[in-house]
Nanobody, 125 residues
Framework: QVLLAESGGGSVQAGGSLRLSCAAS????????MGWFRQAPGEEREGVAA????????YYADSVKGRFTISQDNAENTLYLLMNNLKPEDTALYFC??????????????????WGQGTQVTVSS
């Protein structure tokens, strides 16, 4: 069992930055991969970024490449998402998630086992 708690969301103007955090607790040693996802009203949940916890390899959705950076602090069991040059279309509820097993589709929501409650990000133009 893994518990995840996101923080760091808020309201920002276009072009601004935010850093999201996700604190993990419980059976964190078994986590193989972690990811950030987002869901806007009326839209499906989409993968934003993922990181392999043991080797540090990262993956990004095309829509955020060059603007978002996923990172981790294994000593603190914390996942981060630094979001720069934010756009109004980045407005969504952002979730972190943890996976116990590998998958070919690292940004697929169905490939993750545990989820946080989400933190809202609102970007105004």
């Amino acid at each position: 069992q893994v518990l995840l708690a996101e923080s760091g969301g808020g309201s920002v103007q276009a072009g601004g930055s935010l850093r999201l955090s996700c604190a993990a607790s419980g059976s964190t040693r078994n986590i193989y991969r972690m990811g950030w996802f987002r869901q806007a009203p009326g839209e499906e949940r989409e993968g934003v970024a993922a990181i392999y916890t043991r080797i540090g390899g990262t993956y990004y959705a095309d829509s955020v490449k060059g603007r978002f950076t996923i990172s981790q602090d294994n000593a603190e069991n914390t996942l981060y998402l630094l979001m720069n040059n934010l756009k109004p279309e980045d407005t969504a509820l952002y979730f972190c998630a943890a996976a116990y097993y590998d998958s070919a589709y690292v940004l697929g929501p169905n490939e993750y086992d545990y989820w946080g409650q989400g933190t809202q990000v609102t970007v105004s133009s």
